[in-house]
């Protein structure tokens, strides 16, 4: 007999505390073999720093991790001339990307890539995506043969040869592993200690993310592990662009009922598309943090949301350039980059009219349609279903 709806959600709830059970197990054996693991985080901007000092607080706690956490600064020249790596390293804080907030003295800034990334076996990569390939190549064949991975990137790279997520990117530049983190996590409150959840996205080896779940998870930070790496990755890069939409409809001060329309509708693409593209991306993915939480926060709060709405509110007069200058100080927009990578691949595909939506906040984005037009595409019905896995025309 098929479980009842209480079951289901006790067998999940068993299912997670299960996961923290086993974790525990591996990292005492991991100490008993003497394998330490050392973390680097590569990257220091608003996202990079709150991972960081999560980090360092649970590596001082659990003995299978060096107390030393290094995380990796693109070195700045501050406005009163000193440099923000030596700053961070003096008062313990990223005075640039994440100010008031102490990270924990077991946090070492290093400016030196190379240097920061040789010794760690567990590698954090938090930059904005369009880094990414640069930082790969310059360590490539210069980390540990047994290094791990995770991404907690949003984004994607769009080559000749198709869509590339972020961290197939990692993995094959670097030859190693690669998980991903992704979810509700405005990493502003997150830096507060504001509770919230976040899911890791896995292939194969459930002890690695359990690792990874052990290393990022706080009473304020609950995280669990799914295994569908693409599914995580593509609810995580693809909800920016539908936060895009959302600040348009904040701008243009179209009210709650259009705005949960068009994160109605978002939802509806963003799952439509990851099937398509990977069609082994589960269902029950866009019910987990990275899903349809992520994708609330973040057309409620979040830059995205916020830049696009001020581009609205100036009738598209002001480019996503100019006001992410103005209004990020230094910090990156990803969805305005992202819309135009899934707008060339639905391009390239023949897909544009399967994704009204996502096509539209393209055109906006790049000056074809007014802002308004995010509620006037001719047809909002959906043009097809996903059956099993493959998509059908209606
Ligand atoms: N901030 C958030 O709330 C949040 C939450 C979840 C995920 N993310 C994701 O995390 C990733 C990193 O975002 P963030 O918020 O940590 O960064 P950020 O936008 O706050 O900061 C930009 C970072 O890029 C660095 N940078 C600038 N030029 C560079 C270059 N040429 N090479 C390498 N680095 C350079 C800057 O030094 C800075 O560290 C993004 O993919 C973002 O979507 C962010």
């Known amino acids: 007999m098929a479980p009842s709806a209480q079951q289901q959600l006790e067998i999940e709830g068993q299912g997670r505390r299960e996961s923290a059970v086993v974790s525990n197990g591996a990292a005492d054996e991991a100490v008993a073999g003497g394998a330490k693991s050392r973390v680097t985080v590569v990257g220091s901007g608003n996202w990079g720093s709150v991972a960081s000092k999560l980090i360092a607080s649970n590596a001082l706690k659990l ?80 980390i540990r043969k047994d ?73 304020y930070f609950m995280v669990s592990a799914v295994q569908d790496v693409e599914g995580v990755e593509l609810c995580g890069t693809l909800k920016n662009v539908v936060a895009i939409a959302a600040g348009f409809v904040d701008g243009l001060e179209m009210g709650n009922n259009t705005k949960a329309a068009i994160m109605r509708i978002g939802l509806r693409e963003m799952k439509a598309f990851s099937k398509l593209l990977f069609p082994s991306v589960k269902d029950s993915t866009f019910f987990e943090s990275c899903g349809v939480a992520d994708l609330i926060t973040t057309c409620l709060g ?8 001020a581009f609205a509110r100036n009738g598209g007069k002001r480019s996503f350039d100019e006001l992410e200058a103005e209004m990020l100080q230094g910090q990156k927009l990803q969805g305005v980059s992202t819309a135009k990578e899934v707008y060339e691949v639905l391009r390239h595909r023949g897909w544009l009219e399967l994704f009204p939506l996502f096509a539209t906040v393209h055109e906006i984005c790049s000056g074809h349609y007014p802002p308004s037009a995010i509620v006037e595409y001719s047809d909002h019905t959906p043009k097809f279903s996903l059956l099993e896995g493959s998509a059908r025309i209606l």
């Open 147 to 219: 290094a791990e991975a995770i991404s907690l990137i949003k984004g994607m790279e769009v080559k000749m040869e198709g869509p590339c997520m972020i961290s197939s990117l990692i993995s094959q530049e670097l030859q190693i592993n690669c998980c991903v983190l992704m979810g509700a996590n405005i990493a502003n409150e997150i830096s507060v200690e504001k509770f919230s959840e976040a899911t890791v996205g896995y292939r194969g080896n459930k002890e690695i993310a359990e690792r990874w779940v052990q290393l990022f998870n706080h009473p």
């Open 63 to 142: 003995p299978s991790f060096h107390d030393e956490v290094r995380m990796w600064v693109f070195e700045e020249t501050l406005p009163n001339g000193e440099k923000l790596s030596e700053v961070i390293n003096q008062i313990n804080e990223n005075v640039k990307y994440l100010p008031g907030i102490k990270l924990g003295k077991n946090v070492v800034a290093d400016p030196d890539l190379e240097h920061a990334v040789r010794d760690a076996n567990m590698l954090v990569f938090v930059t904005p995506h369009q880094f990414v390939e640069g930082i790969c190549k310059r360590i490539a064949g210069k």
């Open 302 to 309: 979040g830059r995205n949301r916020k830049c696009a709405e």
